[in-house]
């Protein structure tokens, strides 16, 4: 399995830019997370999805975010408009459950600049 | 929510056992401790979980006291590809885990 896959791996945009972070996770996995990491506040859950429905979103920031998963084996992260404090990296992770803190596989993340 | 308190950085040399402790007062009765590894430029990668006493893989073993408060990944042998930071967390859930600073593990030759 080619593991989970991210596009892009760097993005770079200007403020108020509407910015699309892409994610294919592992085939079969149920579960799909889309965390955020900054060097202030680490890693950070934005939302996750069981089975295409999207569970929990309390960690998005704001409404500039949202977040869809239409099929298994697709989703996306979209920031409209994006803000210079919107740089990260954010990572798309999968996983085939939530239970007993079972693994998560992450994508290798997409850093994105918003200047 | 159980949160995590580790070293925030260790140094070691290669060839040598490097432990790493991590303390979680208030883990509750359901939560597992799971251990990652992030290098720079890529997402963090799972190297062991466990709930009591001692799990050993290939890469790793972890040492959890009976109280459960705290734990100990231990990495034999260590090499310059170890270079990294781990993160320990505590959970039951994916959903739950707090992922705290992490301990910035530097091996030298």
């Known amino acids: 399995d080619a593991g989970v896959i991210q596009s892009p791996r760097h993005e770079v945009t200007e403020m108020g830019q509407e910015v699309t972070l892409r994610c294919k996770p592992i085939?079969?996995?149920?579960?799909l997370f889309w965390y955020r990491q900054t060097m202030m506040r680490g890693l950070e859950l934005l939302i996750y999805f069981n089975n295409n429905v999207p569970i929990d979103d309390s960690g998005m920031p704001e409404d500039r975010f949202s977040a869809k998963m239409p099929n298994a084996s697709f989703s996306t992260l979209k920031i409209q408009p994006s803000e210079p404090r919107d740089s990260a990296v954010y990572f798309c992770a999968s996983s085939t459950g939530t239970t007993n803190g079972g693994e998560l596989f992450f994508g290798e993340g997409s850093r994105l600049t918003v200047l | 929510l159980a949160k995590t308190t580790q070293p925030i950085s260790m140094d070691s040399y290669e060839g040598q056992e490097v432990n790493i402790t991590c303390s979680h007062n208030n883990i509750a009765t359901n939560d597992y401790i799971t251990w990652y590894q992030q290098f720079p430029s890529q997402g963090p990668r799972f190297i062991i979980q466990g709930y009591k006493t001692k799990v050993t893989n290939e890469v790793a073993s972890l040492f959890i006291p009976a109280d459960r408060k705290s734990s100990t990944l231990s990495l034999p042998r260590v090499s310059l590809s170890d270079t990294a930071v781990y993160y320990c967390l505590v959970g039951d859930s994916n959903y739950q885990l707090i992922w705290g600073a992490g301990t910035k593990l530097i091996i030298k030759p």
């Open positions: 085939s079969g996995h149920d579960y």
